[in-house]
């Protein structure tokens, strides 16, 4: 943790004990955009290991299906807070004067992502790829279509960007046949690697201009926020506080895998494969990139100002500096 988020620790965690057991905890209703990936866990830790509790927190936790009906639950008051959403849907829906504030970052790069073919392909990296060949993404927009837009560019890369869906759907489409490439993110299909059923040809840290940049995002509900200040700053503090835990438990490491099914042995990795120094909720960085490839993809009219970039940004839940 940084000395910025430790002293924040202190003065939220002495605010907290000064308030004593008689007064109730704050209630937090909050929407997790993608299941199963390692950093969207760090809120079950918050919450099964008592750290909530710790900062005055009643927080619940829904599934969003997906980052755009996840920030559009927050959009409309149903949830206060969504967790891991993809900054370039936050930032368009406050250029279209939407009521959401980002709080913090949730990963910088996409260094969780991969690219995989079947173990017989003559494919050993992206650089093989032939021109008309498949480099795979999920849908138009999402993270995996910027990642795979930068690999190619980043490569120069001949491939065919191809919208397979999600992980499931890439996995079948590749071992039937009907692509070059699969994609998916770490833990998911980390057995059929394992058991040589497929092969990794590269992983997001491809996509070098990428690095560094903030991708996913903690935002919240203006209006909630407005109101519940003091709330959304413990609330960061404790989730940053869970996520050093998340990181070195082995204990929340089986949690983990249990809650999704996953063998112990695809999941005790998790921590190497996405750094921690890529997940702490500060710095937020890369905001300029994401608005000019918020205007390249259309998602916004114009270049939000450097005024407006600040007011979007409430970091830890404080207001803009």
Same mark, same amino acid.
């Given at each position: ?43 079950y ?28 639950a ?32 949730n ?22 790829? @032939?021109a ?19 690999? @190619? ?24 046949g ?41 935002a919240?509900?203006l209006?909630w926020?407005?109101?519940?200040r003091?709330?959304?700053k413990?609330?960061m ?29 695809d ?21 300029d ?9 259309k998602?916004i ?21």
């Amino acid at each position: 943790m940084s000395k910025m988020l430790k002293s924040l620790a202190i003065g939220v965690a002495g605010a907290t004990l000064l308030a004593g057991p008689s007064f109730a905890a704050d209630k937090v209703r909050l929407v997790n955009s993608t299941k199963v990936v390692f950093e969207m866990d760090h809120p079950y830790t918050c919450i099964e290991e008592g750290i909530c509790k710790k900062y005055g927190l009643d927080v619940s936790v829904i599934h969003g299906s997906g980052g755009a009906a996840s920030l559009q639950a927050v959009l409309t008051g149903s949830q206060d807070v969504v967790w891991g959403n993809g900054v370039l849907g936050v930032l368009s829906a406050y250029a279209k004067g939407a009521p959401i504030r980002v709080l913090g970052s949730n990963i910088r790069g996409v260094p969780d992502l991969y690219w995989y073919v079947k173990a017989d392909s003559p494919i050993k990296t992206f650089t093989d790829l @032939k021109a008309g060949q498949e480099l795979a993404y999920s849908r138009p927009g999402s993270t995996t279509n910027l990642a795979a837009i930068y690999i @190619k560019n980043a490569l120069g890369l001949k491939a065919k960007l191809t919208s397979v869906g999600g992980p499931s759907g890439s996995r079948t489409q590749l071992m039937s046949g009907q692509v070059a490439t699969g994609w998916s993110v770490y833990p998911l299909n980390k057995g059929l690697i394992r058991q040589g059923k497929i092969r990794v040809i590269g992983t997001g840290k491809a996509a070098a201009g990428l690095n560094g940049v903030t991708i996913r995002v903690i935002a919240a509900n203006l209006n909630w926020l407005n109101k519940n200040r003091e709330a959304a700053k413990r609330l960061m503090v404790a989730m940053e506080e869970s996520r050093s835990t998340t990181y070195t438990s082995e204990k929340r490491l089986r949690a983990y895998a249990k809650r999704w099914k996953l063998n112990y042995e695809d999941v005790k990795s998790a921590p190497q494969d996405t750094p921690p120094e890529l997940t702490t909720m500060l710095p937020l960085s890369g905001l300029d990139k994401i608005n000019e490839i918020a205007l390249q993809n259309k998602k916004i009219k114009k270049l939000l100002t450097a005024a407006q970039l600040k007011e979007l940004v409430h970091p830890m839940g404080h207001k803009p500096r």
